[in-house]
């Protein structure tokens, strides 16, 4: 079977599309292929190092997976206690710490994992690994304790929406991407939910929050003025704090001006368009405050110079 980089859009690729050119040619075009062995190391270089998660990002997808967790056995009709919890997240959380100092992760399909920090020696103390598990002990227990787990707990599994893991809609020819942590109807209603575990630029939000009312206007037919989208916050500072985004049909337009001026400007770097072909010497490096955070630094910057 021969894959196709087919052009897609997701709230993820235009961030990197706004932080840097170049990086998002290595997150979208560059590394294709490098999943096969005898592609040139360059290529499977940059695949590698795609997949790399930063501390803080790493800390989120774990709660936001044992959370998952909680929320698909309780649908099966399973409880899970916050103590078990609390120790699958420790469990899973060190497991990854173990891995990622092995240094098992190769890139490939694998359950390895591998820190930004490790891949480029920037040490994690103790007192912070520490401080990690905290954090992300808090957020569960943040989330366990909560309002709205126990009004998700009182709604019948009938009226929860939906739990996939990768959900898209077509916009206008193209595929946009969306996760949704949690969405369930209430009578008429839809209420979307997002799990925040760190902070989130208010103009982010809202057009997160727009993207899920687009689709679920698109895949479920309802009415614009019967979603609400709301951003509950399990982080420490902002524990418990929920930000509800009431849809009307002005901020839907706002969405969708967005989504195709965004996807517009990406195209207009490609080679050909129709084949969604790229070449890296067109999108430019932005060389600056985003490179001490990047995945690609061993590919792009002359001071890491590639070595395989
Ligand atoms: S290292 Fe800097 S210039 Fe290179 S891709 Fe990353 S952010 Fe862009």
């Known amino acids: 079977m021969v894959f196709k980089?087919?052009?897609?859009?997701?709230?993820?690729?235009?961030?990197?599309?706004?932080?840097?050119?170049?990086?998002?040619?290595?997150?979208?075009?560059?590394?294709?292929?490098?999943?096969?062995?005898?592609?040139?190391?360059?290529?499977?270089?940059?695949?590698?190092?795609?997949?790399?998660?930063?501390?803080?990002?790493?800390?989120?997808?774990?709660?936001?997976?044992?959370i998952e967790f909680i929320l698909k056995k309780f649908r099966s009709g399973e409880e899970v206690s916050l103590s078990h919890a609390v120790v699958i997240l420790r469990k899973r959380m060190e497991s990854d710490f173990v891995m990622s100092k092995l240094g098992g992760y190769t890139g490939f399909k694998t359950n390895a994992h591998r820190f930004f920090e490790d891949e480029y020696d920037i040490e994690i103390s103790e007192d912070e690994k520490a401080e990690l598990f905290d954090k992300a002990e808090r957020c569960l227990r943040n989330f366990y304790n909560s309002d709205i787990f126990m009004e998700i707990r009182r709604t019948p599994v009938e009226d929860w929406v939906t739990l996939e893991d990768f959900l898209s809609f077509d916009f206008e020819s193209t595929r946009v991407y969306l996760s949704i942590d949690f969405a369930m109807r209430k009578g008429d209603k839809v209420i979307l939910y997002d799990w925040k575990t760190g902070k989130e630029r208010k103009s982010d939000y809202e057009l997160q929050m727009g993207l899920y009312s687009l689709y679920v206007a698109d895949k479920l037919g309802i009415p614009t003025e019967n979603i609400t989208a709301k951003m509950f916050y399990l982080g420490i500072g902002d524990e418990g704090k929920v930000d509800s985004f009431e849809v009307d049909s002005e901020r839907l337009e706002f969405v969708r001006e967005y989504l195709r001026g965004s996807i517009l400007e990406m195209k207009k770097l490609l080679k050909d368009i129709s084949e969604n072909e790229a070449v890296e010497d067109d999108f430019e490096k932005c060389e600056g405050y985003w490179c001490s955070r990047c995945n690609f630094r061993k590919v792009c910057l002359e001071k890491w110079s590639f070595q395989e």
């Open 5 to 66: 980089n087919e052009f897609s859009w997701s709230k993820s690729r235009d961030g990197i599309f706004r932080e840097c050119r170049r990086k998002y040619f290595f997150n979208h075009y560059g590394f294709w292929n490098g999943w096969i062995a005898s592609e040139d190391d360059r290529i499977k270089r940059i695949y590698y190092l795609k997949k790399l998660n930063g501390k803080e990002v790493w800390m989120g997808s774990a709660v936001h997976g044992v």
